[in-house]
């Protein structure tokens, strides 16, 4: 799932939304859910056959916005048949099979497309991580951010090491060395409003 904050745009939400419209009906989703009221737009599109069902290829995108002129949000999130997208492709290759961590990966990066679509009709300039979607006004904003994933994935083989060194009774894992979820993790992160 993708979500963001836009503040102090000059860009109506409803034309946000027709153009999340158009862009679905040109990839041939029907839309199956449209409404909207008072600041609020909720699109709900869905491919169904046969073949999508059985290879469990991207089967709906549900897009709300929010908001008004200056401030807004929005949010998508694109689903494929059986799974949702909350489980990462490398827990859907241990789990599911490469099959399903193929399909969790087809169905991130059409969500990663489109959503850089979105966001290049509110405002081209932003910068778009492609890791977890978040926006980022500035080169270096965007650079630190970058440098924290790395940071991260460094971190996640060290925790992994730690936490194996805790569960086959070292005492000294995560916990046992003070580094807990904290240390790498998104706590320093900007927020979701740009």
């Not at 859907?92 to 850089?116: N, R």
């Not at 936490?163 to 070292?170: D, V």
Request: glycine share 14%; aromatic share 8%.
């Amino acid at each position: 799932m993708r979500r963001h904050g836009f503040v102090e745009r000059d860009v109506d939400p409803e034309d946000v939304y027709s153009h999340v419209k158009e862009l679905l009906q040109s990839q041939q989703f029907r839309i199956i859910s449209d409404e909207k009221k008072d600041g609020l737009w909720d699109v709900h599109a869905k491919k169904s056959n046969i073949e999508r069902i059985v290879t469990g290829r991207i089967r709906d995108v549900d897009v709300i916005i929010a908001g008004a002129k200056g401030k807004f949000e929005v949010q998508l999130h694109a689903g494929i048949w059986g799974r949702d997208l909350a489980i990462p492709a490398i827990e859907g290759l241990a789990t599911l099979g490469l099959a399903a961590a193929a399909d969790l990966h087809s169905a991130h990066k059409f969500e990663e497309k489109m959503w850089e679509q979105i966001v290049q009709k509110i405002d081209p300039s932003l910068k778009i991580c492609s890791m977890d979607g978040l926006l980022f006004k500035s080169d270096d904003e965007f650079q630190q951010h970058q440098q924290l994933h790395q940071q991260q994935s460094q971190g996640s083989s060290m925790n992994s090491m730690l936490m194996m060194g805790m569960l086959g009774g070292g005492g000294m894992g995560m916990y046992g060395m003070g580094m807990g979820y904290g240390g790498f993790g998104y706590g320093g992160l900007g927020g979701l409003w740009v």
